[in-house]
């Protein structure tokens, strides 16, 4: 966090909330035309001897992936760091399919060896120790133990080295693509997946529909905004273009190439013209870093693949409102993730909009009645304040001096069904003995005497 707001610093960058402002247009230009500049992508790939595959969820997505590797006699893939892969549990189902997938990245690397899910968007294994990195090598690799994270980096340089090498195809994301030329960007600080993308004879893109942007030159504004974003770099280590198979007289590059663009879900946020804007989200994870939820609870409690406030707006728009429908809630609206994302998505108004979607629903489908009838109450007492003075007189003659666990001792025939559940795990504080008012008015009278 110091980094980043140490790289926005207008003696670091001029006028970053401009570039904000400017990404954010961009974004919204791109998503409100998405039609447009997804099939400009398309021929500009064509043209230049790639080939473009439209996957309508994971499953598509995942047999093309295994259909081709069967066909070209794959045996091993390379893979980049990829939000969009995991989002379709890609590693699984081609490893069912008997071929050696290996991950990259190394955080990645690190969580492929321990079978476990990206704890952040950008630094996957960020919950990791040293010493839990030192465990899973010495376990999976069978090596002598190294506690030193520079040493642990060069055995995992050692180690997928000769996996790049031995690839037939290698499979990153992107970052962005851009309509107008039809080249794919990958931004990233290790090689890793300059190296997936080169050194393989076929190359594989995987990407979410909603990275396409409409013009090269908008990537300067996003190149700006994302590693400050990311991780306080005025710009990443590699920037890498990736522009189709290699062509006549070129002496490097892939013999095939392919762009699979998934919708996943994407596509039923564009009905809403105002939700719609969850798409802008380049993926450099400082709403999870600024979000006190996010650090409080980490990223293996979300329920899917996207963590934090930007996994809070997006997984129950692709998945249904219905499907976790805890999620938007577990928020403080406190606002951080707005003022920090680098394309102005207006989280904290989203949610609120899917908690408003999600009441709908519930209440559509009956649940909910409970919780109404009680708050009709409330308010209705709230709004009688001769009617709440008496209920709390009441209270504190018939519980007298009670402490603890008062309100669960009360007959069950008493309560509403959701207030037993409540009860399991907490209580009320017992009712005062005597009230705020009545204190206030024999304090008034005290005066008045005098
Ligand atoms: S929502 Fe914004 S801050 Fe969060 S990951 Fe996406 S671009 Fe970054």
Redesign the pocket.
Known sequence: MDKRAHSIDPAEIDDFQGLRTQANAIKKHAIDNLDYYLEQLEQNVIARGGKVIWCRDANEAIQFVATLAKDKGVKRIVKSKSMTTEEIDLNEHIEHTGIDVVETDLGEYILQLAHEKPYH??APALHMTRYEVADVFTKNLHIAREEEPEKQTQIARRVLREKFLTAELGITGANFLIADSGAIVLVENEGNARLSSSAPRIQVAIAGLEKVIPRAQDLATFLKV?GR??TGQPLTVYTSFLSGPRRQGEIDGPEEFYLVLIDNGRTRLLADEHKRQ?L?????????N?CPVYRKIGGHNYPWVYS???GA?ISPQFHGVTKDPWLPFASSLCGA?AE??????D?PKVLLELRSDITTAKRKEGAGKWERLAFRVFSYVMQRPKLYEMGAAMASAVFPGSQGKWLSSLPSFMLLPPTKNWLSKRDLPPPAERSFRSLWRERERAKGGK
Request: net charge positive; with cysteine; proline share 7%.
């Open positions: 968007i950008v994302l974003s990311a969850s802008y989200c380049i993926r450099c994870g400082a709403c999870l600024h934090g406030p930007i707006i993730c920090v994302c680098p394309v102005k998505i989280i």
